[in-house]
């Protein structure tokens, strides 16, 4: 084989794929990045709060515990969730065009859910951001969650569009998959909020 057709095929890249998932798409890691950085935030909103339990006598300080309601509602729609996002990342990743419109109108559907419910949520937390430490922590681990919502709710709402209007090529395949994987993680990241919330509140 002479130099030059060695150096033809190395550089033959016809058979590439013009769109890959997961792992090895750099949209992937990007995400898993911003988890992490975000996954640091959290924890340090959550050690704070502990922090300044630690702190005092009494915890509320003056104020009764979160109503557990709203916020339980709130966590059986957040779990329930992770369904249509994993379904839309599955179709995502097949490229079935009927399959992510179907799963992105219904993952839009619980996000719209879950950011009215949370409204419901702050108002019965029966403390304002500006009472006392308790009050200020405790809207501020809300307040971090809400904005990731809100956030990947927009992503959702504006991939939807584009799914039923388009043009539309691979990558908005990739957009989806990486849509619901930071969704995996929205849902994850509630959990131990909720717990520290609703039953920091309320343990001994």
């Given at each position: 084989?002479?130099?030059a057709v060695a150096k033809g095929r190395a550089l033959?890249?016809?058979e590439l794929p013009t769109v890959v998932f997961s792992h090895r798409s750099l949209m992937w890691w990007g995400t898993l990045g911003v988890m992490a950085i975000e996954s640091t935030v959290f924890a340090l909103a959550v050690m704070a709060y502990f922090y300044l339990r630690s702190h005092q006598e009494t915890w509320p300080i003056t104020s009764l515990p979160?109503?557990?309601r709203w916020g339980t509602i709130n966590t059986v729609i957040m779990v329930v969730s992770f369904?249509?996002?994993h379904l839309a990342k599955r179709a995502a990743e097949k490229m079935d065009l009927d399959g992510v419109r179907i799963?992105?109108?219904a993952s839009t559907v619980f996000g719209i859910a879950f950011t009215f419910v949370r409204a419901l949520e702050?108002?019965?937390l029966n403390v304002r951001w500006d009472s006392n430490a308790y009050g200020s922590v405790v809207w501020l681990l809300l307040g971090l969650h809400t904005t990731h919502i809100v956030t990947d709710l927009l992503d959702t709402i504006v991939l939807t569009?584009?799914?039923f209007t388009g043009p539309l090529d691979g990558k908005r395949y990739v957009d989806v998959s990486?849509?619901?994987f930071y969704w995996y993680f929205v849902v994850a990241a509630w959990l131990p909020i909720y717990f520290v919330i609703y039953f920091g509140a309320r343990a001994p």
């Open positions: 084989m002479n130099q033959d890249v016809a979160p109503d557990l369904l249509p996002a799963w992105l109108v702050f108002s019965t569009v584009l799914f990486e849509n619901s």
